[in-house]
């Protein structure tokens, strides 16, 4: 049985990577997609993953293959498309190292993939099954990724939802509500920006906004708040979580190894456990995703970006 089971997008994001003698910026070719990112993370602190997705055949889509093999996620479950390419990505970076994004994916393979290509025993056969909104942009991947989480939900597998918000993928703000609120009802574990929360509850304070989003039927909510740390809320408990002091080159993949390491760390608790588990053990775990998630910034690009166990321990044991 696999840990974690992902279904979304998997593309290339090509990162600032300085400039040629010309002055010309020049980008790397970087492993990117949130899902994916997520199981990476993982994967990473050992656990077992499996992902499900869809690439374009050409040298960009064998590279992502390649790229799932060497993290050691299962790449069972990545279709090829013939006629779609793979996305791609352009990060641009501000001084502060935070990210925007240019997508090149009109279609792109990761927006082609059919329920009938999803192989259920990749879910039948994980404990916690993971989604994101960059995948219900378009169809055949909307009705693909809701029904792969709404099966997964009737498996009695624990079911994470990451919104991860693009604008410019959507035709409209409402049409993204829209199927964002389909995920979040079908979530137990619910992981949004502060920008997310907002945008769906019209609340900008996390406490507000987290109070609602709970109230939409998830176990658990935790609202990301960059350098700052996190917000959580379940049944039991709520507050927030500082993160840890690093030096930020980039911060692509961030949010996604904060998924990774929390769902890592909770990977076999049933959504019963998460909604009423005490304030100390929670604050625990989102610790350690925190401390995961900053170590991210440190280094370029999001997967090859993130870090071990023993980078995270290392980073816990200085003062917050």
């Not at 492993?31 to 040298?59: C, Q």
């Not at 090149?104 to 329920?115: I, K, V």
């Not at 574990?189 to 039927?217: F, H, N, R, Y």
Request: aromatic share 8%.
């Amino acid at each position: 049985m696999s840990d974690i089971t992902a279904i979304g997008e998997l593309l290339i994001d090509f990162t600032p990577s300085g400039k040629n003698e010309r002055g010309v910026q020049l980008f790397a070719e970087n492993p990117g997609g949130a899902p994916a990112n997520v199981l990476a993370m993982a994967a990473r602190l050992g656990g077992k993953t499996a992902f499900i997705g869809k690439v374009g055949r050409d040298a960009f889509g064998d590279f992502l293959r390649g790229v799932l093999v060497q993290n050691g996620i299962d790449s069972s479950g990545l279709a090829v498309d013939g006629a779609a390419p793979t996305t791609l990505a352009f990060v641009q970076l501000d001084e502060n190292g935070d990210r925007s994004f240019t997508f090149y994916r009109n279609p792109g393979a990761d927006r082609m993939l059919s329920a009938q290509e999803i192989k259920p025993a990749l879910i039948d056969d994980c404990r916690v099954f993971h989604f994101g909104s960059v995948s219900l942009t378009h169809e055949p991947s909307r009705s693909a990724t809701l029904y792969a989480a709404q099966y997964a939900k009737e498996q009695g597998k624990l079911v994470s939802f990451d919104p991860n918000y693009r604008a410019m993928l959507w035709d409209s703000e409402e049409e993204a509500l829209e199927q964002i609120k389909k995920g979040i009802a079908i979530a137990d574990v619910l992981k949004v920006s502060e920008e997310e929360a907002q945008l769906i509850t019209g609340e900008k304070d996390p406490a507000g906004a987290s109070q609602k989003l709970l109230s939409m039927g998830s176990a658990l909510v935790l609202v990301s708040l960059g350098e700052l740390g996190a917000y959580y809320r379940n049944r039991a408990c709520s507050g927030y979580v500082s993160s840890y002091q690093v030096n930020t080159v980039d911060t692509t993949g961030a949010g996604d190894a904060f998924v990774g390491a929390f769902l890592w760390k909770v990977c076999g608790m049933m959504k019963e456990e998460l909604k009423f588990m005490p304030d100390v053990e929670l604050r625990q775990i989102i610790s350690f995703a925190n401390a995961a998630g900053a170590l991210t910034t440190t280094g370029s690009g999001a997967i090859p970006a993130m870090p071990n166990m023993e980078q995270i321990r290392q980073c816990q044991s200085k003062e917050v």
